[in-house]
């Protein structure tokens, strides 16, 4: 009888298990949130790129390696907490990053004209973009200061913005600078 008696509460014990709903699915993972676009072009050049630029043209003339100044500390792009060649590899870093952002579709100039990213020459300002911060981050990374070196990556570094800067914004009309209204757009 008690053989019965437990066979019946195992049957009863699976008749019950088996009834009960079944465990919620995992949720799914969210998507990632799509990129945002807040700042115009000309924002992210001065707040970005222009800065982390001029950490990198600083090395034509300066060692990021030697001990900086204590009288200029406050001053010295080298001298702080993720100074010397850190520095040079984080600028390096910051100007990939921001050819991502001034890629995003949805960002406008300064006079609120759409930055031409479809435009062969943009692209190609982008791929030196790129190409140049790889360049400069490897250079960093060996960290050893080489003044030439720094000179041919500051060149690159120019040569790159140049790429855009003389055809969407330093172009000359008759003898005169366009103005504000006519960047990102072709002459």
């Not at 981050?137 to 790429?163: E, S």
């Amino acid at each position: 009888m008690r053989l019965l008696s437990g066979l019946s509460l195992v049957g009863l014990l699976s008749l019950v298990a088996g009834c009960a709903p079944a465990a919620p699915p995992a949720p799914a993972t969210p998507p990632a949130a799509a990129a945002q676009v807040k700042a115009n072009l000309n924002q992210v050049m001065r707040g970005i790129l222009f800065p982390n630029s001029n950490i990198i043209f600083d090395t034509q003339d300066t060692d990021p390696g030697a001990p900086p100044d204590p009288a200029a500390a406050g001053s010295n792009p080298y001298a702080g907490t993720y100074g010397g060649w850190e520095a040079i590899e984080n600028a390096s870093m910051a100007l990939a990053e921001a050819a991502n952002l001034i890629s995003l579709p949805g960002r406008v100039c300064q006079n609120n004209k759409p930055v031409p990213l479809d435009d062969p020459i943009y692209q190609k300002g982008l791929a030196a973009l790129r190409e140049v911060a790889q360049l400069t981050y490897d250079t960093a990374k060996a960290k050893k200061y080489d003044a030439d070196a720094m000179l041919n990556v500051a060149d690159k570094v120019t040569q790159a913005c140049a790429t855009c800067h003389d055809v969407f914004r330093d172009r000359v009309v008759d003898g005169k600078p366009i103005g504000m209204e006519d960047r990102c757009t072709k002459g």
